[in-house]
């Protein structure tokens, strides 16, 4: 079996800053996990994804994660938000079941 | 990447009504397609799993005589939510993969609200 845990519901922070956006997983199985993210009334949109090999993955909208093995973590990152980033994120795992989702967090970009 | 669609995005109801949400795969074959439901600030809730010919497995706590779940093809899935009540207002999620090592594509969701 394999769990998410997103350790901040809600994250504020000041346009232009950084952000990290923490998840940390388990899984008894081989390693692949996803985020996801889901402006207001819409689906999900596959930000990026790790499978294997380089454990640095670079996705769209300038952001990127980095996968930490001996820390079970997959953490998200963007060096300098826009107020478009305003949105719920999703980290998720696969496991044969198909994905399972962590709680969510809420980004709030600050002008 | 791939797409998958849902009718309708939106669809209001009356409380003991019936009501279908078809999720379709444009570009694959799906063989696996996913039902989640989402509340308000929540994350997503996974409510059955269909493979295409196959009987919808359902997760613990979901009605499966409420909540009717056929996959007759590879590209098409359809969730009814029978007799429906209030409580059953929600957004509902539909995903769909081509097979077990492949992505899993996401729908834009159906907003249904049950008067």
């Known amino acids: 079996a394999q769990s998410v845990t997103q350790l901040d519901s809600q994250v504020p922070v000041f346009e232009e800053a950084p952000v990290e956006l923490r998840c940390n997983y388990s899984s008894s199985v081989s390693v692949y996990l996803f985020w996801y993210v889901q402006y207001p009334n819409q689906g999900l949109q596959l930000l990026l994804k790790y499978l294997s090999g380089s454990t640095l993955v670079k996705g769209i909208n300038g952001f990127e994660a980095e996968f930490n093995k001996s820390q079970t973590s997959f953490h998200l990152r963007k060096p300098s938000v826009h107020i478009s980033d305003t949105a719920e994120y999703f980290c998720a795992v696969r496991g044969a079941d198909g994905l399972t989702f962590g709680k969510g967090t809420h980004l709030i970009i600050q002008p | 990447g791939a797409v998958v669609s849902q009718h309708p995005s939106r669809v209001i109801c009356k409380s003991g009504t019936s009501v279908k949400i078809e999720c379709r795969s444009l570009d694959f074959q799906a063989t696996t397609m996913f039902w989640y439901r989402q509340f308000p600030k929540k994350s997503l809730m996974l409510m059955a799993t269909?493979?295409?010919?196959?009987?919808?497995?359902?997760e613990q706590g979901v009605e499966k005589d409420k909540f009717l779940i056929n996959h007759a093809s590879l590209t098409l899935s359809t969730l009814t939510v029978t007799s429906a009540h209030p409580e059953d207002s929600s957004f509902y999620i539909c995903?769909?993969?081509?097979?077990?090592?492949?992505?899993?594509?996401f729908g834009p969701g159906t907003r249904l609200t049950v008067t």
């Open positions: 269909s493979n295409e010919g196959s009987k919808a497995t359902y």
């Open positions: 995903s769909a993969r081509a097979g077990p090592t492949y992505e899993q594509y």
